[in-house]
């Protein structure tokens, strides 16, 4: 009598799994030469990748065999620092104190004592109160954002783009250049996205990705003539850069 072993089931990319309690997300890179994995900070979680479909059966295996150095990676992050009332985060570089208001319904509210920014902000629990929160910080990251776009692409000499905000954990920012759509046409506006998260940003540091993003106005690629005129827009930008590297991770953790 033979038998028959069923087939494990195919890996595709983007498929999630768990190693020692730990997330992994299997990713394929035609521009990987091969297995290797990353710490994904802003998610939290750790990314092994393949240079092909084939190889992703090897990138589980791999993951498998560095589980301690998964556990280790991950462990090492910040601790999620939750939007309640009583704690504190900072604000361009200002400590923030969050408050909840005497309504839950309220409005938020911003105000100074001292040296220290208050948010006062209405919520009938600690997650409304913390989606409140949210939406008062995207307003105040829109308004300051709108104000700096408008600055750098003035001093560029390029229309202003429209600005939103997001909440991607995988960039600060992203640009799509204003185009026309042929002879005498006239051209489509630019369109510029944040991350809400870059208020939490010292602003030297946020203000640095608004010149970044409008460099990308006039240049769609990092090379000598973007890095020329971010340069020309806010100085050296190597000290920001390394700040969003090494605390990057603490922004996305506040949530």
């Not at 489509?188 to 602003?203: C, E, K």
Request: hydrophobic letters at 45%; charged letters at 20%; one cysteine or more.
């Amino acid at each position: 009598m033979a038998l028959f072993r069923s087939k494990s089931p195919a890996l595709a990319d983007g498929d999630r799994i768990e190693v020692a309690g730990a997330p992994v997300l299997l990713r394929v890179s035609s521009r990987s030469q091969r297995i290797s994995l990353r710490l994904d900070a802003a998610n939290r979680q750790i990314v092994a990748i393949a240079p092909s479909l084939k190889h992703l059966p090897g990138a589980v295996a791999f993951a498998q065999q560095r589980a301690e150095w998964i556990s280790e990676q991950l462990q090492a992050l910040p601790s999620a620092l939750p939007l309640a009332p009583g704690y504190s985060i900072t604000i361009l570089g200002q400590p923030c104190r969050l408050e909840a208001a005497g309504t839950p319904r309220a409005r938020a509210r911003w105000h100074e004592e001292g040296d220290e920014l208050v948010l006062t902000c209405g919520g009938e629990d600690d997650e409304s109160f913390g989606r409140a929160v949210v939406r008062a910080l995207r307003a105040r990251a829109l308004e300051v954002l709108a104000e700096r776009t408008a600055y750098h692409a003035t001093a560029l000499g390029a229309p202003m783009p429209s600005v939103t905000i997001m909440d991607a954990r995988g960039r600060w920012g992203s640009c799509k250049p204003a185009r026309r759509f042929g002879f005498g046409a006239a051209a489509s506006v630019g369109q510029i996205r944040y991350s809400w998260r870059l208020i939490m940003a010292p602003y030297e540091v946020m203000d640095y990705v608004a010149a970044h993003e409008c460099a990308h106005l006039l240049e769609a690629n990092h090379g000598p003539r973007f890095w020329g005129w971010v340069q020309t827009l806010v100085g050296d930008p190597r000290k920001s850069r390394a700040w969003l590297r090494r605390y990057g991770a603490e922004l996305h953790a506040v949530g």
